[in-house]
């Protein structure tokens, strides 16, 4: 089996993808820092090991791990082994953990956030109006990341004064090319922040999932310190990169299909479509890490051996045309039916899946409204991802605006 290595700078992640699904529903690939996993790419086999009890969470069944060949200055080492949460845990322990967020996230609890999502969208729409006139703009900045970054932070607690930090060391959390020497500082930092969070919530209480998990852990359910520090950096770090790079892929999505986007408008097609077809097509995480196998895996015609690591690569695997047809690279937000699992399956899917889907569900029409004409002011081709190979993410977002709707031109 040929080993794929994936590009730490992610100049083609359309290219990776596709040659990901051509090595097979399994493929062995090359992490940065050369590190050797598998990866699964296609979306049956996806969905069965999703659901697969012997797959676990758990780094010690890891045989590069056992053998110290995973050094704690791998770039990656933040999300391969990000502490005790319920990412990282299987059966009861992981229930007893998810319990208490999906408690805070279920529909209709999400739904109860409606209105506050409406107010921060409209204010981050009078800030894109008072910009400059006829400049391009960073939608990314100045609209995609400060919606999400507000909401989630709102929804567990956490002050406006911490978000530069929080973006500083997020920044190097999720990227390839953070130093090796500075990754030990940046875990630590994250630590601090997040356990002073905590405190602070500890000390005085508010209406929000921290106060809630604190309150859940003196009540009996048993959370430690750990598992609440690392549960908050988990949601706060899923909640908004997820978010961010959906509602950049819309408007790129749109932007180059202009007849689609005529449609949306025109609403002839709904914005369901548009966000369901974008989490398929171009979705916002290209490679979940990781998984270990606790035993021999059949996938397909080809095993995952005993204590090698899992990557689920949704990149890939939104596009195969075992599942999607043959116009499943084809970006067509009018199919039906469209079962993704760019949220993910099984008992780790996504918590945050509603919450996503309604602030996209929000913000995007609102921004269209506000700026109907709004398009990429670079051609779709300029346009970079970062180097993180678990987002699908980009630099920046250069649009031209237009004229605000109800104004002059």
């Not at 993808?17 to 590190?35: N, Q, T």
């Not at 009890?53 to 391969?80: C, F, H, T, Y």
Request: charged content about 25%.
């Amino acid at each position: 089996m040929t080993r794929i290595a994936l590009d730490p700078f992610v100049r083609d992640l359309d290219g990776e993808s596709a040659a990901l699904r051509a090595a097979g529903p399994l493929a062995e690939v090359e992490l940065p820092g050369g590190v050797h996993v598998y990866a699964v790419t296609r979306h049956a086999e996806a969905r069965a090991l999703l659901t697969d009890s012997r797959l676990v969470k758990d780094i010690n069944v890891w045989n590069a791990w056992q053998r110290g060949e995973i050094p704690m200055d791998w770039p990656l080492i933040g999300l391969a082994n990000p502490g005790r949460s319920m990412l990282t845990v299987d059966g009861a322990d992981h229930r007893r953990l998810r319990t208490l967020v999906a408690q805070a996230l279920t529909v209709k609890r999400v739904e109860r956030l409606r209105e506050g999502i409406e107010a921060l969208t409209n204010a981050s729409l009078e800030k894109l109006a008072a910009l400059p006139a006829g400049e391009p703009v960073d939608l990314k900045a100045e609209f995609a990341y400060p919606l999400p970054m507000n909401v989630i932070s709102e929804l567990m607690g956490v002050d406006a004064a911490d978000h530069p930090r929080l973006k500083e060391l997020f920044e190097k959390f999720f990227s390839t090319q953070t130093p090796p020497e500075e990754v030990p500082q940046m875990m630590a930092d994250l630590g601090t922040l997040f356990t002073k969070i905590v405190d602070s919530k500890r000390a005085n209480p508010g209406d929000d999932l921290t106060s809630a998990l604190i309150a859940a852990s003196e009540d009996g359910d048993h959370l430690s310190d750990e598992e609440i520090v690392n549960t908050l950096q988990l949601i706060i770090a899923a909640g908004h990169e997820t978010t961010i790079s959906l509602i950049v892929n819309v408007v790129e999505a749109l932007a180059t299909h202009p007849e689609q986007r005529k449609k949306v408008l025109n609403g002839e097609i709904g914005w369901d479509g548009v966000i369901e077809e974008t989490l398929r097509w171009n979705t916002p995480t290209s490679h979940v890490l990781i998984r270990f196998a606790t035993e021999d895996i059949e996938v397909g015609d080809r095993v995952l051996p005993k204590g090698e690591g899992l990557i689920v690569s949704f990149g890939a695997l939104g596009r195969d045309e075992e599942q999607y047809g043959p116009t499943a690279g084809e970006f067509d937000a009018t199919r039906t039916p469209n079962r993704h699992i760019a949220f993910g399956h099984g008992p780790h899917v996504c918590p945050g899946a509603a919450l996503s889907r309604l602030e996209a569900g929000i913000a995007l029409p609102a921004l269209y409204e506000r700026f109907p004409e709004l398009d990429l002011a670079v051609p779709a081709s300029e346009l970079r991802n970062k180097p993180i190979v678990t987002q699908n993410d980009l630099h920046e977002l250069p649009v031209e605006l237009g004229c605000p709707f109800g104004h002059d031109s």
